[in-house]
C-alpha cells in the first residue's frame, strides 16, 4: 500500500493552522498513526487510529480520517512544530512510510 | 520508565554481516510484538521488518528478505537483526519500536535512539 503526503514540503510561520494530507493507494480503515522527527532524532508518536492524541500531545494537533484519505491538522503553529512529518499504515504487511512532509518557518 | 536502547552499528564492507541488538526496559518484552525501522542518510523511514510476541511469525520488506533475519531472546528483553550480505543501500540508522495495538489502532512506540549501519568499503 503506497502512502503519499502533500505537500512534500511547508513553509508556514508561528501561529498558522497547517494541514498535511496522507492518501493509502487502498483503503486502510483507521491503522493510520503520524509522526513527528527532528533532525537527529527518534520519530514521535503523534496520533494513532488516525485520530487518537497521543498522552502528552499538545491539543493543536489532531488527526482525521479513514479508508483513504487521512489529515494531520496543527491548529496554531509553535516554535517547536517545525519538523518532518510522517504518516504511516499498519493495515497490512508491507508497513509503509509516507514519504514525509518538512515543515519550515516562513 | 519505557526505554529502547539499540547497539551494534559499525562500519562494514559491502556483503559482510553485522547484528543489531535492542535491549527493552520499562514494558513487558514478552508480550509485545517489535519492529526494525531504517532511515537512510537525508532520506524517510522505511521499515525493515516485525516479529510477533513469542517469535513464531516474522514480516520482512522485500528490499530486505533473504538477507536479513528478526529475532528476540524474551528470558533477555532483547530484540536482534541479523543483516547478512550488507550492501550500501543499507546504510541507515537503524531503530527498533515496539509495536503496540490497541481499540481500533495499531501503532510503532516507543522507539529506540538508533544505531548507525554504515556499509563501504
Known amino acids: 500500500i503506497q502512502l503519499t503526503q502533500s505537500p512534500s514540503s511547508l513553509s508556514a510561520s508561528v501561529g498558522d493552522r497547517v494541514t498535511i494530507t496522507c492518501r493509502a493507494s487502498?483503503?486502510?480503515?483507521?491503522?493510520l498513526a503520524w509522526y513527528q522527527q527532528k533532525p537527529g532524532k527518534a520519530p514521535k508518536l503523534l496520533i494513532s487510529?488516525?485520530?487518537t492524541l497521543q498522552s502528552g500531545v499538545p491539543s493543536r494537533f489532531s488527526g482525521s480520517g479513514s479508508g483513504t484519505d487521512f489529515t494531520l491538522t496543527i491548529s496554531s503553529l509553535q516554535p517547536e512544530d517545525f519538523a518532518t512529518y510522517y504518516c504511516?499504515?499498519?493495515?497490512?504487511?508491507?508497513?509503509?512510510f509516507g514519504q514525509g512532509t518538512r515543515l519550515e518557518i516562513k | 520508565e519505557v526505554q529502547l536502547l539499540e547497539s551494534g552499528g559499525d562500519l562494514v564492507q559491502p556483503g559482510g554481516s553485522l547484528r543489531l541488538s535492542c535491549a527493552a526496559s520499562?514494558?513487558?518484552?514478552?508480550?509485545?510484538?517489535m519492529s526494525w525501522v531504517r532511515q537512510a542518510p537525508g532520506k524517510g523511514l522505511e521499515w525493515v521488518s516485525t516479529?510477533?510476541?513469542?517469535?513464531?511469525?516474522?514480516y520482512y520488506a522485500d528490499s530486505v528478505k533473504g538477507r536479513f533475519t528478526i529475532s528476540r531472546d524474551n528470558s533477555k528483553n532483547t530484540l536482534y537483526l541479523q543483516m547478512n550480505s550488507l550492501r550500501a543501500e543499507d546504510t541507515a540508522v537503524y531503530y527498533c519500536?515496539?509495536?503496540?495495538?490497541?481499540?481500533?489502532?495499531?501503532?510503532?512506540?516507543?522507539w529506540g535512539q538508533g544505531t548507525l549501519v554504515t556499509v563501504s568499503s
Open positions: 520499562g514494558f513487558s518484552f514478552s508480550s509485545s510484538a
Open positions: 487510529a488516525a485520530s
Open positions: 487502498q483503503g486502510i480503515s483507521s491503522y
Open positions: 504511516q499504515q499498519l493495515n497490512s504487511y508491507p508497513i509503509t
Open positions: 516479529i510477533t510476541t513469542g517469535g513464531g511469525s516474522t
Open positions: 519500536a515496539k509495536y503496540a495495538f490497541g481499540g481500533s489502532g495499531r501503532w510503532f512506540d516507543p
